[in-house]
């Protein structure tokens, strides 16, 4: 069955550093979504990629696939302190219609 | 922010007592979904709509049940609540043209004693 796994779980950084976080795959997908959840919301969508992209971008955001590896990465450059929040992937297609990792916990230090 | 609200936000309840939770749209949008968040899990999918009275089953449905006879109103129900219920609850509307951008509601946190 389709999984999203994340890594790393948690990520700590200071302000003005870039971020790093990965969403890895089991079974093909039609597309892939970021999301953000600050502490006690919703969650915020982010970017979508589709499975016949490799990059897109959005503002700070940079989002990569890679579908011969079953992975996406979501860069977030210049990180400020507002960016704390856990991220999340959604991922769409095939027979399990919606799949969220289980998130990567952002914490950028002022 | 997309016109989702969720009642009641909060919840305290006993075991075996029946609860229901309601997402309301003012986006008219087409799909909705029901997720619980538990740490360690994520957001794994209950139950969704596809339409006024057509409701589909997601991750997580055993001990669920849905209805939405408007387009506007979602309710999700535990028959007979258990502590493994215990979660918080969000909603999610989409309008299921192309990719489905989800919209979340604040979320419902519920306690089942």
């Known amino acids: 069955s389709q999984q999203g796994e994340e890594d790393p779980q948690a990520l700590s950084i200071q302000e003005g550093e870039n971020a790093t976080m990965n969403c890895s795959y089991k079974?093909?997908?039609?597309?892939l979504q970021w999301y953000r959840q600050n502490s006690g919301r919703g969650l915020v969508h982010l970017i979508l990629?589709?499975?016949?992209?490799r990059e897109k971008h959005s503002g700070r955001l940079r989002v990569t696939l890679d579908t011969s590896k079953k992975s996406s990465s979501l860069l977030i450059t210049a990180s400020r302190a507002a960016d704390t929040a856990s991220y999340f992937c959604?991922?769409?297609?095939?027979?399990?219609?919606?799949?969220f990792g289980k998130g990567t916990k952002l914490t950028v230090n002022p | 922010d997309a016109g989702i609200t969720q009642s009641p936000r909060h919840k305290v309840t006993e075991t075996g007592t029946p609860v229901t939770l309601r997402c309301h749209q003012t986006?008219?949008?087409?799909?909705m979904y029901w997720y619980r968040q538990d740490p360690g899990h994520g957001l794994r999918l209950i139950h969704y709509?596809?339409?006024?009275?057509?409701?589909d089953k997601g991750e997580v449905s055993d001990g669920y049940s849905v209805s939405r006879s408007k387009t506007e109103d979602f309710l999700l129900t535990l028959e007979s609540a258990t502590s493994s219920q215990t979660s918080v609850y969000f909603c999610?509307?989409?309008?299921?043209?192309?990719?489905?951008?989800?919209?979340f509601g604040p979320g419902t946190r519920l306690t089942v004693l």
């Open positions: 999610a509307i989409s309008d299921g043209r192309g990719p489905d951008t989800q919209y």
């Open positions: 079974t093909s997908i039609n597309n």
């Open positions: 990629i589709r499975s016949n992209e």
């Open positions: 959604l991922l769409q297609g095939g027979s399990e219609k919606l799949v």
């Open positions: 986006e008219n949008h087409r799909y």
């Open positions: 709509s596809y339409g006024v009275k057509d409701t």
